[in-house]
């Protein structure tokens, strides 16, 4: 019996019963449902409050949706989408599906997309166009489209024009509706389209299944109030909204219980933790100081926004001891002119201001960024004034891309007249100095002994272990498989651009949990 069937006899059921109110339940599995999205709408911040659930559960109805059935989830993007591909797949795992890594395999397969550039959404348009072959093989597949793409309205627009092998459409603020859409995409002929543009609430206890058991995600926040203006997430995942803090402590005990050895907080905007929990003034800085009492042997968070970054947090990072000495700290540009048409609300100065400060207070600090070239009108003074800073900051990593206008955003409007190949010549000659500083960077390691959290085998030689350091190096060694999920001493033998070598020289007992 498919699900038509199995709803449909429901429907009867409850129609013959007295129980007149169920029957209206099921009957709207048989309209079509759309709620597209409007960025003009995704931009208000509306004072509304925010509500926090924690009971989420798989309706009644819905149970046993998925027995027999595969899903196979497709992620691209950030690691906040990373983190919501887990909970997708909680929710499948909850409602019977199994798993699955090959898509001519799949009942159901998702594309949980990003809109942070035109290639990452090029790549979701040509995935759909593979999958049509698919669909024609196997007419009861199901195809959705997730994530932050779903949120854009030309985008939603152009699947309903153009990809109609797509089943469903839903956004980044209600994925905890899944077992509904899913139901409507069994019952609708036509696709099922459902995003909020307004956020909603914070949902708590969604189910998981977390990539592996050694490190976590575990999101801090939703959404982002900065609006820089060639940024599309204010839109795509809306405003601000904090966890409460005693929900996250809770979640990275329960990790470290299960014996994870590191976690990393994930928010867009992670600086800006706890502005909007009126009720207490509790800041990323507090949360840290109480997460660092946790027997867990590491601790990160990303993404950090240089404004937000508070004296607190500075000082409560110097306390060291289970957090890490990396901070990524995206800058996006060196000329405080261009800052200011980006809408970064900081300047050069206050920038390397705030440089100084953390590496007065944690003097081993590894410092990344994010770094944009040719955003419009950018001069060749700017740009020289953005290598000028990298050296400044003496950076160890960072992040490089081309401005890509996105559609919906304040810049896209603006008149975009730095050539390509200018445009090009400058991300070169940025990526080679990046090269080099990693390069030197790299270069102390070797003869230095430095704890490693083994993550696996190597990429290229299964023989060959690899892992990353405290400040996120990646080291290469020889060593026994038991080592992988341990913290481990390593000898760096040799070093390259962007990984060490080593030798093993001692397996440290992984914390125990009293
Ligand atoms: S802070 Fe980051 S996520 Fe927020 S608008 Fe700026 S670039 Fe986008």
């Known amino acids: 019996m498919n699900e038509k069937q199995r709803l449909e006899s429901k429907q009867i059921e409850a129609a013959n019963s007295s ?8 009957s709207k599995y048989f309209e079509q449902v759309i709620t597209a999205p409007s960025l003009k709408d995704a ?19 819905f149970r046993g949706m998925g027995e027999g059935r595969k899903f196979y989830i497709r992620t691209y993007g950030c690691q906040m989408n990373e983190h919501d591909t887990e909970v997708m797949a909680g929710i499948f795992l909850a409602l019977g599906y199994e798993p699955t890594d090959k898509t001519e395999d799949a009942n159901v397969i998702l594309l949980n997309t990003c809109a942070i550039r035109e290639n990452a959404e090029n790549k979701v348009f040509g995935e759909l166009g593979h999958l049509k072959h698919l669909k024609l093989e196997k007419p009861d597949l199901l195809i959705g489209v997730c994530g932050c793409m779903s949120q854009e309205e030309s985008v939603v627009n152009k699947i309903l024009k153009t990809y109609n092998q797509v089943d469903m459409i839903f956004g980044t603020h209600n994925i905890h509706r899944l077992p ?6 069994y019952m609708s002929k036509e696709m099922v389209v459902e995003v909020w543009s307004k956020e909603g609430d914070v949902i708590e ?8 058991n050694i490190k976590a995600w575990v999101n801090i926040m939703y959404g ?4 820089c203006t060639y940024c599309i997430v204010p839109f795509t995942r809306g405003k601000e909204r904090s966890r409460r803090p005693e929900e996250i402590i809770q979640e990275v005990r329960h990790l470290a219980a299960q014996g994870y050895q590191e976690v990393t907080l994930l928010g867009q905007n992670v600086n800006a933790y706890g502005k909007d929990l009126e009720d207490i003034n509790y800041g990323l800085g507090n949360l840290m100081d109480e997460l660092r009492k946790i027997d867990i042997p590491r601790i990160r968070f990303t993404t950090s926004h240089p404004r937000d970054f508070d004296d607190h947090l500075i000082e409560v990072l110097a306390k060291g001891g289970n957090l890490m000495d990396h901070i990524h700290l995206p800058v996006q540009s060196g000329s405080t002119d261009v800052l200011k ?3 970064r609300k900081y300047t050069r100065e206050q920038y390397l201001e705030l440089v100084r400060k953390i590496k007065a207070a944690i003097p081993n600090v590894a410092l990344t960024t994010d770094i944009i070239v040719g955003y419009p009108n950018e001069t060749d003074e700017q740009f020289e004034e953005t290598l000028s800073l990298y050296r400044e900051v003496g950076y160890e990593l960072a992040y490089t891309f081309i401005y890509s206008p996105r559609e919906g955003t304040p810049a896209a409007k603006m008149q975009d007249n730095v050539p390509m190949e200018v445009k090009k010549e400058r991300l070169q000659r940025l990526n080679a100095l990046v090269n080099e500083q990693s390069a030197e960077a790299m270069k102390k390691y070797k003869g230095q002994i430095v704890e490693v959290l083994v993550e696996g085998e190597s990429k290229n030689n299964p023989d060959v272990l690899a892992g990353y350091t405290s400040r996120s190096k990646l080291v290469n060694f020889a060593a026994p498989k038991s080592a992988i999920g341990k913290i481990v001493k390593v000898r760096i033998t040799d070093a390259k651009t962007w990984s060490l070598n080593g030798e093993m020289v001692e397996e440290l007992e992984p914390v125990e949990v009293k």
């Open 205 to 212: 206890n969604l189910p998981k299944v977390r990539r592996g």
């Open 224 to 227: 982002c109030d900065k609006f």
């Open 180 to 185: 509904n859409i899913l139901h409507e995409a």
């Open 19 to 26: 129980d007149k109110k169920s029957a209206k339940d099921y």
């Open 341 to 343: 048409i980006m809408a």
């Open 43 to 61: 931009k208000k911040r509306g004072k509304e409050e925010v509500k926090y659930h924690n009971d989420f559960s798989i309706p009644e109805e």
